[in-house]
């Protein structure tokens, strides 16, 4: 019942120009006014989150993927603070959070996830949303892109932010025009899928 409490302020982010109370057993849990994003995240999370929170902001042909993760100083030892809106419908999705994870790399201490509130914009015909009968669960037509997309938005978040290194400098030297072009590109990202797809199950666990 505390996880309920806890997430439906975060899990109404899309509600932005909403204010709205939670009221439990006659005590007010929240009471929230129109905010921004950031804020209202802050307002439910906790100063502590709002005051680490990483922007992303990426638009593909295929989607436009915005919101926040927090970065390193608030890491979560479960996927609890994990939210995802597709077409600004609440839903999880274990590939995401694998895009994630793969996202901040080897550096995320082992038992730890990063925490995210994300949201997707995307045609409808890529997504089907009755794959489970409360609809909190979806499938994209399109699993290996989704998470190269993902993986890679995020990433580009975190060198911006300075929270991972830009780039690996083992790369041979007939990529480095491409890599200064385009940096974590959806090609790039595609070319680490196949080695990471193995480890996905594993990295989810937990």
Known sequence: ??????????????????????????KEIYNLKPAPLKERIGQ??????GDNLIEVNDDTAVMEITGFVGNFDVLRKSRNDQYLF??????????????LFAAFGESIPKGTFPLYILFFEIDPERVDVNVHPTKSEVKFADQQMMYSLVRGAVKRALIT???IPEMQHDRSASHNDFDR?????????????????????RKSVG
């Not at 597709?86 to 895009?99: F, L, P």
């Open 1 to 26: 019942a505390h996880r309920d409490l806890h997430s439906f302020p975060t899990r109404r982010s899309s509600d932005l120009d909403i204010g709205f109370a939670l009221v439990n057993e006659g």
């Open 86 to 99: 597709v077409n600004k419908r609440y839903v999880n999705d274990r590939t995401i959070s694998a895009a």
């Open 44 to 49: 439910v999370l906790g100063s502590r989150v």
């Open 161 to 163: 932010d300075n929270i």
């Open 181 to 201: 072009r385009f940096g974590s590109s959806i090609v790039d990202d595609m070319r680490h899928f196949s080695a990471e797809r193995g480890q996905i199950d």
